[in-house]
């Protein structure tokens, strides 16, 4: 199905895609949250029109939406593909420098003259498979944004091949590019009507033949201590420090379990992410994971719990606590549709990978709009160390996994 010497163009699209900064922000209330996301995504509706997929535009949301018409007569199932144009507020995406490290060989690789910026083998269990690979790192200096440019350079390169090959047999294929993923918005303002497809598949998997159909189930907790401030000088009796509350609070939690670094598998966790305060008033942000929608309730019950014995402790003081449901497990919605994940496992057989079937410890686009109305799993991308200096792909894992859309998209018109 797939040419063997066809020139992939999936490598250079991806070097000048994490070029740009294009960095979302928590803190931000605008959509997409920053603006500075929209010069990528005007470009690439650009690159769309040039391979020839002329509908394509920007909407007033930032999405970036395509169509590839269907090249067969029979009604086949509408399926979109989707990666997100936004990289991590963790780390700096700016100034993106990356290094190709030809032909590894195996071992520790040194992504830049900083000894304490390594890609340790040990660690890395997956180089084990990348020898001869050719791997791309950053310069130690920021991110290299392969969650997710190096998805939407595989969707446009996928595209590419379709355009160029009309021998391959497909359905029509939507094309999407999101902003705001990577602080749990890429699908807020994503209307699933007007996409139009039936099934769709997220490109912002990591390792090479992952298939992901279950996700957290994920809620944000906010609790606010409110203590009583009064002039240091003439405090004694009257003061009711909320730093003081929140450290009691904080100390109170589990020390052994229900933390992301006590928990693996398919264990939840409950996660402080942030606090904020002054003598009057402290916030502390917390998100709350697990496979299961009932073990959320049980996790917040836990910590109100907490909350009204912290507050016991320091008369005087209160407190405030709110749930935000983020997004739910996509694995209940995706098992009414078994042809969606049968697929994309043939896809992988096809081209002689071993599928992994796993559960990500995470949440995607995907979550959502599986309950928007539109079943979305996982597939790979190829990166690693997502939202750290030390994150890597190999070029032969792009390739592959345009291979697979390609594959993928053959197998829904059989």
């Not at 409110?226 to 405090?235: K, Q, T």
Request: charged letters at 25%; aromatic letters at 8%.
């Amino acid at each position: 199905m797939f040419e063997d010497n066809y020139q992939f163009t999936v490598t250079d699209r991806f070097l000048k895609y994490v070029k740009y900064d294009t960095q979302s922000n928590e803190d931000s209330e605008t959509f997409p949250s920053d603006p500075k996301q929209l010069e990528l995504s005007k470009d690439l509706v650009t690159e769309l029109k040039e391979i020839g997929l002329h509908d394509a535009h920007m909407d007033e949301n930032g999405y970036v939406i395509a169509t590839l018409p269907s090249n067969v007569e029979k009604d086949v199932p509408v399926i979109g593909f989707i990666a997100h144009v936004d990289t991590s507020p963790a780390v700096s995406g700016k100034n993106v420098n990356p290094q190709i490290h030809k032909n590894y060989e195996g071992g520790d690789i040194i992504v830049s003259d900083n000894p304490k910026v390594v890609i340790e083998a040990s660690k890395n269990p997956e180089l084990q498979d990348m020898k001869g690979f050719d791997i791309i790192t950053t310069d130690g200096t920021t991110l290299l944004g392969a969650d997710d440019k190096a998805g939407v350079a595989e969707i446009m390169d996928a595209m590419n091949y379709l355009i160029n090959h009309p021998e391959v047999k497909h359905g029509t294929i939507k094309v999407c590019f999101t902003p705001d993923e990577e602080v749990g918005r890429g699908a807020e303002k994503f209307d699933v009507e007007k996409f139009g497809a039936k099934f769709a598949y997220t490109i912002d998997g990591s390792t090479l033949g992952e298939v992901e159909t279950e996700t957290f189930s994920a809620d944000a907790v906010v609790i606010t201590f409110h203590g009583i401030n009064v002039h240091p000088g003439y405090a004694k009796g009257k003061m009711v420090n909320s730093l003081k509350v929140s450290s009691f609070f904080m100390e109170s939690l589990p020390k052994d379990r229900l933390s992301p670094e006590t928990t693996e598998a398919r264990e939840g966790y409950v996660h402080c992410v942030s606090i904020n305060g002054n003598e009057e008033k402290s916030v502390l942000k917390f998100i709350i994971r697990d496979f299961i929608n009932e073990k959320l309730v049980e996790y917040e019950d836990l910590l109100k719990d907490l909350c009204e014995k912290t507050v016991s402790h320091f008369p005087g003081s209160k407190f405030e606590f709110e749930i935000i449901e983020q997004y739910r497990n996509m694995k209940n919605v995706l098992d009414q549709h078994p042809e969606i994940e049968i697929n994309a496992v043939e896809a992988l057989s096809r081209l002689n990978i071993k599928p992994i079937q796993s559960a990500i410890r995470g949440g995607t686009d995907g979550s959502r709009l599986s309950y928007m109305g539109l079943p979305t799993p996982n597939l790979f991308a190829g990166g690693h160390n997502f939202h750290a200096v030390t994150e890597y792909v190999a070029i032969q894992d792009m390739e592959m996994a345009v291979r697979n859309i390609v594959t993928l998209s053959g197998i829904w018109a059989e």
